[in-house]
């Protein structure tokens, strides 16, 4: 069986999410390299699933569906529709993670999980992979809070 192509997720892609989403694309890119998931593929966990690159939980799936019309077919299949789910989710999350005494990066880490032990887990994940890319200088500027 011949499969369509998938779609790769692009820098423009990511900005773009970004926008509609209004969502920092660094915050999506740094997601989206923790997590690091499948296009296609969902991984089951203890009573859901995480599915697609930004590893979506399928928790969500519901309120995706009713809030922005994301089919579960667009967040499993689709790299974008995945993005977009995950931008808005993190939205959502920074909303009431902007309001904690947080930095950025454990604001962003709010996106897997509230709870201290597994969000401080996230949020050194988080900061491994900024490491990659940011310089020292641009890098102590999101620790402020």
């Known amino acids: ?3 369509p ?3 790769p997720i692009t820098y423009q892609m990511l900005e773009e999410v970004s ?4 969502t920092p694309v660094l915050g999506l890119y740094l997601i989206l390299q923790v997590e690091g998931g499948t296009t296609g593929e969902c991984v089951p ?9 930004f590893q979506v939980n399928t928790m969500h799936f519901d309120e995706l569906h009713s809030e922005f019309g994301l089919t579960r077919h667009n967040i499993v299949s689709s790299t974008k529709g995945n993005a977009l789910a ?3 989710i993190l939205n ?4 009431i993670c902007i309001k904690r005494n947080y930095d950025w990066f454990g604001r962003i880490a709010c996106y897997h999980n509230f709870n201290a032990p597994h969000r401080d887990r996230y949020r050194k994940r988080l ?3 900024a490491k990659l890319i940011l310089t020292d200088e641009q890098l102590a500027r999101y620790f402020v809070k």
């Open 86 to 88: 995950a931008g808005a």
């Open 19 to 22: 926008q509609i989403t209004q």
């Open 1 to 3: 069986m011949d499969l």
């Open 127 to 129: 900061i491994e992979h």
């Open 45 to 53: 966990r203890k009573y859901n699933s995480d599915c697609g690159p």
């Open 5 to 7: 192509p998938v779609e």
């Open 92 to 95: 959502r999350k920074l909303k």
